[in-house]
């Protein structure tokens, strides 16, 4: 029962920085990638950032050169590091990695960010 572990959440003014984690409690084989996506209640769940198995990433234009994407596929984890924090970037954050080989994705139980101003 593969589970993921995210930590990092929190309440910052805007400008400062958090660095959300999230960790595999099992092993996942196959990783192809590895994404952090946010939500605003009432708003749909999107994709902020995602990275591949070869370290690739992708951003959402509004995150882009203020976030980063890291991990390590083998180990499962994954990290997105959040710099100039904005009020818009508010909302609960879910970690998810997706096996090529299972076919399987696997989701983060969510971390709250709080962004004031």
């Known amino acids: 029962q593969v589970q993921l572990v995210e930590s990092g959440g929190g309440l910052v003014q805007a400008g400062g920085s958090l660095r959300l984690s999230c960790v595999a409690s099992?092993?996942?084989?196959?990783?192809?990638?590895m994404e952090w996506y946010r939500q605003i209640p009432g708003k749909t769940r999107d994709l902020v950032a995602s990275?591949?198995?070869?370290?690739?990433?992708a951003y959402d234009s509004p995150v882009m050169d203020r976030f980063t994407i890291s991990g390590d596929s083998i180990k499962g984890t994954v990290y997105l590091q959040m710099n100039d924090l904005k009020p818009e970037d508010t909302g609960v954050y879910y970690c998810?990695?997706?096996?090529?080989?299972?076919?399987?994705?696997?989701w983060g139980q969510g971390t709250q960010v709080t962004v004031f101003s």
């Open positions: 099992g092993s996942i084989s196959g990783i192809s990638t």
């Open positions: 990275i591949d198995h070869l370290g690739s990433t």
């Open positions: 998810r990695i997706d096996s090529a080989t299972s076919r399987d994705s696997y």
